[in-house]
């Protein structure tokens, strides 16, 4: 695994020390799988670090470019064939995992095949890697780290064993290959998907970085970017090269084109070469050609890297905001972003846009939404009232229950108070004898004179917030001490204000409702609908509080209140309305997702699998 990497190949990782020479792997099992001739062969390579390295490279073992990403030699089925019908030809040691005889890919160091998942009835990718026991027994660190990363934008490792020469380790399968094959399938992504790309691998950054010491990947590249294309999701695989740093790196491994300078000299390294490796990364997806395309061999990298001579194809990035940032990711180490910086670049940052979903006949209830533009997983939908609630009361309880960041206060109070102008402008133009006053929302973009901005004089809102929460397959989405994330929760439609489409994405996850016993005690009920809409511990405990400080100890106790006992207990508007509809049973859909660390708020509700969504 981790060091093992070194190129024959373009794309292929680099590692030292290298004394190998000419290492055949055969796989085994051949007779099993009826794939006799996978030979495996490493030329003969020679690598050194700095000075070393340009001197004692040959161009004819780092041949410039290759379509042959893999190195194999040959071998008697494609990436993905399907030998006539799928067949279990192996099992883990546990029984749990079944190798069926479907190759799903081969790379430098390892054969992935299709696996199923018995326990779980996923498929799963059984990835064989060829080692001794003595450097198996070596990876035990790799193989705690791996066991603890869990994020959506990282491939799940699952578990590992040692078996007949060869390192097994079972990982989450990806459906649609990596960025690198996607990006020369579409040629050229559009910035849209460039973006949406981008903020997914740098979540997976933000968090391996955040642990403490941070995980470094070390061989971030585009090979190393998998795709689910049902969905868009990318995540962040070969976790094989990640170690924690404990203090400075010293091993240099990676792939020259995205390998930073840091990493050639013998001062050593930290987490900051992932970013420079996700500058590289970024420019392959903006121009569609692998970095340093005009270097012929590792050595004339290493030489344009160590003198600070940035690839060719930076000259052809037009757009001043992802130029900018590519550039500050190239940068020297000190002065490079980090992950979370890079996230909250121009480039990437994510503009609100509220939208009208619905209104009734009298325009006066109407249903809005905010959606986050090129963030397809981030929206919040809420109910809107024109009679009884103002932008800046609706909007200021959003940001006081964490459901929008309050950094985007202005821009979406300002974007509510246009939709109630448009609809405002609209009945005036159907009724020009309608009062122009029933209109109470500002006509200039802020706050109406008549407006406060906290609560309006009838007293508290009428719940505007719609929390239900639904996910594709009735799981409770994960979520991770990154930025909120919002699940989407309506497909591409008009705004029928605007006319405009919106590109969101088509599916909702749903939490089934389910019925509480009157004698249910209000701990863990509260508790579920916190977990339902996503809320940490701390809040159910202040539910709980208030709720138990009124006498209500049980679900019966909650039914039994009158609409005046519920505005005694001192709870939100918002937790009114949630707990109201738990209580009714009905389905949960909270749209949004909080930042949380606490590992006891984000358990599923359903089965304990995670949904590996954003
Ligand atoms: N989790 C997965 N799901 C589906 N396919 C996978 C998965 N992991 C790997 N593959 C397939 O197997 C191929 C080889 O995997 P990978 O590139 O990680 O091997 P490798 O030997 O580490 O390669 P290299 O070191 O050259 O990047 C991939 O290109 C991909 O097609």
């Given amino acids: ?35 006799t001739d996978l030979v495996y062969q490493r030329v ?15 161009s004819d073992v780092y041949p410039h470019h290759a379509d042959t990403q893999y190195n194999v030699n040959s071998y008697s089925q494609p990436p993905n064939e399907i030998v006539d019908r799928e067949v279990v030809i192996e099992e883990s040691p546990n029984l749990r995992y079944a190798k069926l005889n479907t190759i ?56 590992c064993w040692y078996k007949d020469a060869e390192f097994i380790f079972v990982t989450e399968l990806m459906t649609s290959g990596t960025l690198r094959e996607y990006i020369r ?23 391996l970085h955040s642990h403490n010491p941070p995980i470094i990947h070390r061989d971030i590249k585009c090979d190393n970017i998998f795709i689910n294309g049902a969905h868009g999701e990318v995540k962040i695989g070969d976790m094989g090269t990640a170690k924690m740093k404990l203090g400075k790196k010293y091993t240099v491994i990676g792939t020259p084109e995205f390998m930073a300078p840091e990493m050639y000299e013998e001062k050593g390294y930290n987490e900051k070469v992932d ?16 970095p340093y395309g005009e270097c012929k061999n590792a050595a004339q990298i290493y030489k344009k890297v160590s003198q600070g001579t940035k690839p060719e194809s930076l000259k052809k990035v037009q757009d001043s905001e992802v130029l900018d940032l590519i550039n500050n990711c190239l ?128 007293g508290p809102s009428p719940s505007p917030i719609n929390l239900e929460r639904d996910s594709p397959n009735g799981t409770i989405t994960q979520s991770y001490p990154v930025q909120p994330t919002i699940m989407p929760t309506e497909s591409p439609r008009k705004n029928s ?53 009124q006498d209500v100890m049980t679900v019966g106790d909650l039914r039994a209140l009158t609409n005046e006992d519920w505005t005694q207990i001192g709870l939100t508007v918002f937790a009114i309305r949630v707990l109201k509809n738990a209580l009714h049973g009905k389905t949960l859909r909270s749209p949004y997702i909080i930042p949380r660390t606490n590992s006891a708020a984000s358990t599923s509700t359903s089965g304990g699998e995670e949904n590996p969504q954003e």
Avoid at 9 to 35: C, K, M, R, V
Avoid at 277 to 290: Q, S
């Fill in 1 to 35: 695994m981790a060091d093992h990497h070194h190129p024959e190949n373009n794309g292929s990782p680099l590692s030292t020390p290298f004394e190998e020479e000419h290492i055949q792997y055969q796989n085994g099992n051949s007779a099993d799988i009826n794939n």
């Fill in 44 to 58: 003969n390579t020679d690598f050194s670090v700095g000075a070393d390295l340009y001197t004692r490279m040959h």
């Fill in 104 to 159: 799903l890919g081969k790379g430098a160091y390892k054969v992935v095949y299709k696996a199923i998942d018995r326990e779980e009835g996923y498929e799963v990718a059984w990835n064989c890697f060829q080692t001794t026991r003595a450097e198996f027994n070596d990876l035990s660190q790799e193989i705690k780290i791996l066991k603890q990363v869990r994020h959506p934008n990282i491939i799940n490792f699952h578990d």
């Fill in 185 to 207: 399938k579409l040629s050229l992504p559009n910035m849209k998907i460039v973006k949406r790309w981008s903020r997914q691998i740098l979540k997976g950054l933000i968090y």
């Fill in 275 to 290: 970013i420079y490796a996700f500058g590289m990364c970024l420019l392959e997806m903006v121009t569609g050609e692998y």
């Fill in 331 to 458: 940068a020297a180490e000190n002065e490079r972003f980090t992950a979370q910086q890079i996230m909250d670049h121009p480039f990437l940052t994510v503009e609100p846009e509220v939208v009208l979903i619905k209104a009734d006949d009298n325009k006066t209830q109407l249903t809005l939404q905010v959606v986050f533009k090129g963030m397809d997983k981030l929206s919040v939908k809420f109910e809107f009232n024109v009679e009884r609630d103002t932008a800046e009361e609706v909007v200021n309880e959003m940001i006081e229950e964490q459901v929008l960041p309050e950094k985007y206060q202005q821009l979406i109070t300002h974007e509510i108070n246009r939709i109630l102008r448009d609809i405002s402008k609209q009945s005036n133009e159907d009724d020009p004898n309608k009062e122009e006053h029933k209109t109470p929302w500002p006509s200039h973009g802020g706050m109406s004179p008549h407006l406060t901005p906290h609560k309006s004089s009838h």
């Fill in 497 to 549: 204000i605007s006319g405009q489409p919106h590109d969101w994405s088509d599916y909702e996850d749903t939490i089934p409702a389910k019925e509480y016993p009157d004698k249910t005690p209000i701990n863990q009920f509260v508790c579920d609908v916190a977990i339902a809409i996503n809320r940490d511990v701390d809040k159910a405990n202040d539910w709980s509080e208030k709720l138990k400080s």
